[in-house]
T-cell receptor
């Protein structure tokens, strides 16, 4: 079946540091890939997505590139802020047509220190 | 109201109680989902509804009973729960057309079973 593996953390960085959160996946088809973010006490918010190989998703300074050859979708940001502290989830949707649940990784807790 | 809303935000119940969680989406979507988020585990897909019909049930115990009366509303009826059912229950919606995969999440209901 489909699966998503991501570093669990917590990952602790200083403000303005470079961020990488690794994510790799296994899927039977050609999935869409997502990064969601969850701030304390809230639900999940879509951060970015990519729907085919070599696509780059970007939002709020975060980027991730869909790498089919390495089955990866690593999340990066050049300069993190304290407000980026949250839990980040990598997920995939193995489209078979119609509604389809997402398969999530366990989440990476990111802590940014001033 | 915009997006996906969930009520109540917090719920404490005994093992013999019966309660219901409510989800409402204001996005014009036709697919809705229930997920369970437990500590240290990936989000678990519980139920998927597309066009008000259940299309997926991931081996969820019968003490959880979903209901989707129309495309905007989704309920999760709870009865005789166990303490291990304590978790954050998240509702999501999507267009469900197999093309636009993005799911939009509500803030969740934090459930505690005593």
């Amino acid at each position: 079946g489909d699966s998503v593996t991501q570093m669990e953390g917590p990952v602790t960085l200083s403000e303005e540091a470079f961020l990488t959160i690794n994510c790799t996946y296994t899927a039977t088809g050609y999935p869409s890939l997502f990064w969601y973010v969850q701030y304390p006490g809230e639900g999940l918010q879509l951060l970015l997505k990519a729907t085919k190989a070599d696509d780059k998703g970007s939002n709020k300074g975060f980027e991730a590139t869909y790498r089919k050859e390495t089955t990866s979708f690593h999340l990066e940001k050049g300069s993190v802020q304290v407000s980026d502290s949250a839990v980040y989830f990598c997920a995939l949707s193995d489209r078979g047509g119609g509604a389809d649940g997402l398969t999530f990784g366990k989440g990476t807790h990111l802590i940014i220190q001033p | 109201e915009t997006g996906v809303t969930q009520t109540p935000r917090h719920l404490v119940m005994g093992m013999t109680n019966k309660k219901s969680l409510k989800c409402e989406q204001h996005l014009g979507h036709n697919a809705m989902y229930w997920y369970k988020q437990s500590a240290k585990k990936p989000l678990e897909l519980m139920f998927v509804y597309s066009l008000e019909e259940r299309v997926e049930n991931n081996s969820v115990p019968s003490r959880f009973s979903p209901e989707c009366p129309n495309s905007s509303h989704l309920f999760l009826h709870l009865h005789t729960l166990q303490p291990e059912d304590s978790a954050l229950y998240l509702c999501a919606s999507s267009q469900g057309d197999g093309i636009t995969d993005t799911q939009y999440f509500g803030p969740g209901t934090r459930l505690t079973v005593l």
